[in-house]
């Protein structure tokens, strides 16, 4: 917890019902900023899309109960626990809910002030509503995917269609909703589809659309295609990202590159791009990364090393700011934003699918 001031959504109660990816993430963000979150897991199941052999990194700070929607005395447990709830958090395709006789319609009679989460990909109505998919699929269908990339669209894994365009506009969603809840007394169905939120995502694209400056992929400066805004292979097989787009940070690029033969006048001839790309590539080959560390510390070019996934612990920004920990061999990210009074909270970890069924029985029992 963080010093005795509670966390922004302490007192906000939040039952998820587990599915994969995208709700997880959205209810263990909530859980990260206070919020008592109750994960309902399947009989012999698992928890995030993982196997709980491994307590997924998504289950953090919840606890898990498991219950068998289809066993009635279950089902009406469920409907208990609801009915005391703030947030509902569900990432089923369209209908599943309403077949268990826990739709919102459903709920709303037991508890009106329930905000009713809703994390799929194309949303709860609409042609592909009832459509398998994954997230690649949604921000193909969205506009992102066909920006990504230079020759064909690139999967850019599931950060912009999952995560972003998914559990932060659910998180985003859920907040928005429960502040109407304090105007209206009423709660709401928060229908948070990953194809809508892709498609937000690309306001700024239509931005540059509308004003005809956006080119097809793979011909604008910051998709990959200028060699002052991409990645480099240096001597020991490390990446180097390069995004020196204002001419200041260009000039000081080419110096520390030892090309200051190039025109700095000529950065925007596309003409002269392919060339000067192989040059720059050639020029990274020749140090290892720690030595472009070295060579461009304290020189205002706008680039830094590429990190995989198990050198982020050691890194002096990341290790300062405290964004990634390790505990018992396992990686995971401090709770973001960052804020200043009640910043979020490292959640423990589930030990298995249904760690604290007897507890919550127990309590809800005593609660009625």
Known sequence: MSGERPLPLAGIKVVEFQSIAPAPMAAMMLCDFGAEVILVTRPGGNSAGLPMGEPPILGRGKRAITLDLQDPDDRRFAVDLLSEADVLVEGYRPGVMERLG???DDLAEVNPGLVYTRVTGWGQEGPYADQVGHDLNYIG?????????RDAPTPPSAFVGDFASGSLMAVIGTLLALRARELTGRGQVVDAAIVDGSTYLMSAHFEMHNRKVLRPRGENPMDGNAPFYAT?????GGWYSVAAVEPRFYANLLDRLDLTDEPLDAQYDQSRWPALRARIADRFRTATRAEWDARFAGTEISAGPVLEIDELVDNPHIAARNLVRE????LEARPSPLLSETPGRWGTWLARSGEHSAQIREEHTTSR
């Open 232 to 236: 480099y292979v240096c001597a020991d």
């Open 141 to 149: 269908v969205g506009g992102p995917l066909a920006q990504i990339g």
């Open 327 to 330: 505990s018992d061999g396992r």
């Open 102 to 104: 826990l739709g919102p």
